[in-house]
């Protein structure tokens, strides 16, 4: 064996796999692939949805076998042997399979029971999981009872019981907030950087890419590009921007407005500003939507390489706004949603503690905060699905303690996880949803056909839609809850898992119902987005810690020397303050 081949952990080769959807649509997941990854390195697969990194990586488990091509891991043959395969590899897929009504310990005792780890092994593996992953005090607490990041630690925990050669995460940050993110990969590089395990990885996170050694962009089941992330990067060298609104232009409608423009690959806000990806440098401010614009270039990231990869075209983008049938609200800054000292308990627990907030009319409001900060359960209040302990709480000017179902009428709600009827059609999700929200005859099927045109599901209508693909169950969702035309708008969530181009559309579509005057509140943990909305309230333990524009909020982050503060720094901190001061009331001196 010579040196590069023993330095090579997997190889694939021209790997070709396909699946019939039940309306008989044949879908080439891998076409083609090849690609290498290297021992005791980490290594990235990023692409939109459907792009084929969780086929990838369940081939490579042994899981599957492929079409065409060869795929060899840990120098085997993973078709000739997959058992072998298994037995050198840990596995850890979206939805690990922890077992709920069980403890931390117990968890990690059954895995460890599959997978024939002795008892010598277990006392080293656990003492240094445990050290790993902070859960040494929770080990008799059941994993039901956990937050999601510790889910996501205990999910590894149990994945690394046996001690893997290689490890492949399939999507594991996905719903987890900015701290357990954080606190994740700080265990994934300490595996990498100390321990020389072996890692490959999928991710929607490109700022994840960012932290891998080598990096792999799929899209539609072919190798776009792999290599250095710094390589990816170069490819927007020249054409990447910070554009300033226009004055009295919110950055997120001037996002929207650069991105129909044909030389405009890329627009997200930042900052209060607009960073851009032009596919013609550095003359692209010069005309267009962008004339008389103060631009300014600046150094190229992952995210802005991957997008040239993709280079998605203005033509047709029409699509991604959602005009409702009735005149658009005024903006006359009327206050929607009044919220205030409310509180919910279960039993002796505290979900909701005395927090205090207002909307209005046409606003986008984030509700942010880590797993477990009393979010969903505000939310669940909000649309009246769970009545509040105490507190006052009004919706569109009902009082929603005392008339919840006429409340119902004036909102749209999408849960965190996908809630609709699953063995039903696309079609039949929206006829089922039209009839409970009141919609008969023509104004039915009317409303019906514009959602299915608007969030381009007419080529999926016949199909189940648990077979969507993952962006596609969102635009699902978000059609059902506008049938009806609500004046607010809550979404749980919404953009979890979602892929970058994705959350582009899901945006637009959402910066076009606000102009419409559409209220919307949204949780995320996707802190960047917090820049898309007009204020947000970040949340811990129950408790409002600030609320304020994303420029207040971003006033209270610590940024490393030599760069802008970002969301994420401004929740890290604030977070991290409230724990660490439990008594103050004041934690961002914003609340």
Known sequence: MTDTAAKIALVGRDIRKTFRRDTGEVVHALDGVSMQAHHRALTAL??????????????????MVPDAGELTVLGLNVVADPQEVQNRIGYMPQKFGLYEDLS???????????????SREREEQYTRLM????????????????????????????????APEL?????????????????????????????????????????????????????????????????????ADKHTFIAEPPAGRAARTFQSRLLDDPGVVDAVPEAGCVRLVSAAAPAAGCDGVMRAVRIAPTEPRFEDGFMMLLKRPAAGRESTFVTLAEEPREHDGEVVVEVHDLVRNFGSFIAVDHISFEVRRGEVFGLLGPNGAGKTTTFRMLCGLLPATSGSLRI??????????????????????FSLYAQLSVAENLEFFASAYGLRGADKRDRIESALQRFELDRFAHLPSGQLPGGYKQRLAIAAALLHEPDILFL?????????????????????????????????????????CDRVVIMDSGRVLAQGTPAEIRNYAHAEEGRMPTMDDAFIAIVESARNHPQRTDVAGVA
């Open 46 to 63: 990023v692409g939109p949805d459907g792009g084929g990194k969780t086929t990838l990586i369940r081939l490579v488990a042994g899981l």
């Open 104 to 118: 931390v310990q117990e968890n990690l005792d059954l895995y460890a029971d599959m997978h024939g780890v002795s």
């Open 131 to 162: 050290e790993m992953t902070a859960l040494g005090p929770f080990k008799d607490r059941l994993a039901g009872q956990l937050s999601g990041g510790m889910k996501q630690k205990l999910g590894l925990s149990c994945t690394l019981v046996r």
């Open 167 to 235: 490890l492949l995460l399939d999507e594991p940050t996905v719903g987890v907030d900015p701290l357990s993110r954080r606190e994740l990969w700080d265990i994934i590089l300490r595996l990498v950087n100390d321990q020389g395990l072996t890692v490959i990885l999928s991710t929607s996170y490109l700022d994840e890419a960012e932290r891998c050694g080598h990096v792999v962009v799929l899209r539609s089941g072919k190798v776009l590009a792999q290599g250095r992330p710094a390589e990816i990067a170069s490819i």
């Open 396 to 417: 569109a000017g009902v009082d929603l303690r005392k008339t919840r179902a006429s409340a119902r009428q004036r909102i749209g709600y999408v849960a965190q996880k």
């Open 492 to 532: 749980d969530e919404p953009t979890s898992g979602a892929d970058p181009l994705a959350r582009r559309e899901f945006w637009r579509r959402i910066t076009a119902l606000a102009e419409q005057g559409v209220t919307v509140i949204i949780t995320t943990h996707f802190m960047e987005e917090a820049e898309y």
